[in-house]
């Protein structure tokens, strides 16, 4: 593995950890696609720092768990803005 791929797995691990950034932020935030921030997390790192993928992977898996409650904030959000009242 190059070193650069290395260096990006821990830096988007330490992102993840300190600032329980999603898949999709931490990919805005690093300029890469979903599919890579979640292998660099799960496989590349797990063979670099098991230790740090474990934290990564415990708040990728919190994140997903909450992601249908973000759903449906954001779909109830969007229709209240349509019918132009302000959210409770």
């Given at each position: 593995?190059?070193?650069?791929?290395?260096?990006?797995?821990?830096?988007?691990?330490?992102?993840?950890?300190?600032?329980?950034?999603?898949?999709?932020?931490?990919?805005?935030?690093?300029?890469?696609?979903?599919?890579?921030?979640?292998?660099?997390?799960?496989?590349?790192?797990?063979?670099?720092?098991?230790?740090?993928?474990?934290?990564?992977?415990?708040?990728?898996?919190?994140?997903?768990?909450e992601r249908h409650i973000r759903g449906g904030l954001a779909t109830r959000k969007k229709y209240l803005e349509k019918e132009g009242r302000p959210e409770n």
């Amino acid at each position: 593995m190059k070193d650069y791929i290395e260096e990006r797995a821990v830096e988007i691990a330490n992102y993840i950890i300190e600032t329980k950034a999603t898949v999709r932020q931490t990919a805005k935030k690093f300029g890469i696609s979903k599919s890579t921030v979640h292998k660099d997390v799960t496989e590349r790192l797990a063979q670099l720092n098991p230790a740090l993928a474990g934290q990564a992977r415990a708040v990728l898996d919190v994140n997903k768990q909450e992601r249908h409650i973000r759903g449906g904030l954001a779909t109830r959000k969007k229709y209240l803005e349509k019918e132009g009242r302000p959210e409770n």
